[in-house]
């Protein structure tokens, strides 16, 4: 699968992104999705995932509560609605995939999954 992230901006701090990424194949359904981000002289990190099924959603601690992974499969599109930006949210967000279900706690890790997107860019201002 290939994917492609978009939906970055410049936004004030309060404010709101959508970041959608597009997914060609005919299998995305079979897909667990998750988000990660990575800022300026920092690791990449977890941010949100979702599995296969939809039925389960996972997040890390920062962005818990304000930020909403979903899945579309019609669309073949995972999307990041994120709400209440904070200025330490500024980074360059990716989207990632991999086939099937996650093992247990696996979902924020890099290693799992094995496929990526470029990124896109979120900026924050104060």
């Known amino acids: 699968v290939q994917l492609q992230a978009s939906g970055g901006g410049l936004v004030q701090a309060g404010g709101s992104l959508r970041l959608s990424c597009a997914a060609s194949?005919?299998?995305?359904?079979?897909?667990?999705l998750g988000w990660f981000r990575q800022s300026q002289g920092k690791e990449r990190e977890f941010v949100a995932a979702?599995?296969?099924?939809?039925?389960?959603?996972y997040y890390s601690t920062p962005v818990k509560g304000r930020f909403t992974i979903s899945k579309d499969n019609s669309r073949k599109a995972v999307f990041l609605q994120m709400n209440n930006l904070k200025p330490e949210d500024t980074a360059v967000y990716y989207c990632?995939?991999?086939?099937?279900?996650?093992?247990?706690?696996?979902?924020?890790?890099?290693?799992?999954?094995?496929?990526w997107g470029q990124g896109t860019q979120v900026t924050v201002s104060s």
């Open positions: 990632a995939a991999i086939l099937g279900d996650f093992y247990d706690g696996t979902w924020s890790q890099q290693g799992t999954y094995d496929y």
């Open positions: 979702i599995t296969w099924a939809r039925d389960k959603t």
């Open positions: 194949g005919r299998t995305f359904s079979s897909y667990s």
